[in-house]
């Protein structure tokens, strides 16, 4: 079955750095797109950035600058790397991988466990 596992989570303080990580196994489909989002307290979650498997880069308004996101799509594995994070950026962060299956004709979707980021001030 398909499997996502993350990992790099942490407590930092303010101006800090982490690096997330993801590995994805079970999937015989190329890989279309690999992201990360994310859910703060009382907050809905949102997508924190996101990379197709052309290379194109999406980033959330708030941490453009400061997060990279990559991948390697020979292990089916993406990173996070975050820098200069603020309190605003604490919650649980999920990694997710789309792909279009071609045997039931759509795209298919996962998320990984979640890995919690706390950021004090």
């Known amino acids: 079955q398909v499997q996502l596992v993350e990992s790099g989570g942490g407590l930092v303080q303010a101006g800090g750095a982490l690096r997330l990580s993801c590995a994805a196994s079970g999937i015989t489909f190329s890989i279309e797109d690999m992201a990360w989002y994310r859910q703060g307290p009382g907050k809905q979650r949102e997508q924190v950035a996101s990379?197709?498997?052309?290379?194109?880069?999406n980033y959330l308004g708030s941490v453009a600058g400061r997060f990279t996101i990559s991948r390697d799509g020979a292990s089916n594995t993406w990173t996070l790397q975050m820098n200069s994070l603020k309190p605003d950026d604490t919650a649980i962060y999920y990694c997710?991988?789309?792909?279009?299956?071609?045997?039931?004709?759509?795209?298919?979707?996962?998320w990984g466990q979640g890995t919690q980021v706390t950021v004090s001030s």
């Open positions: 990379i197709r498997s052309g290379g194109r880069k």
């Open positions: 997710n991988v789309a792909y279009w299956d071609s045997t039931e004709a759509r795209f298919q979707n996962y």
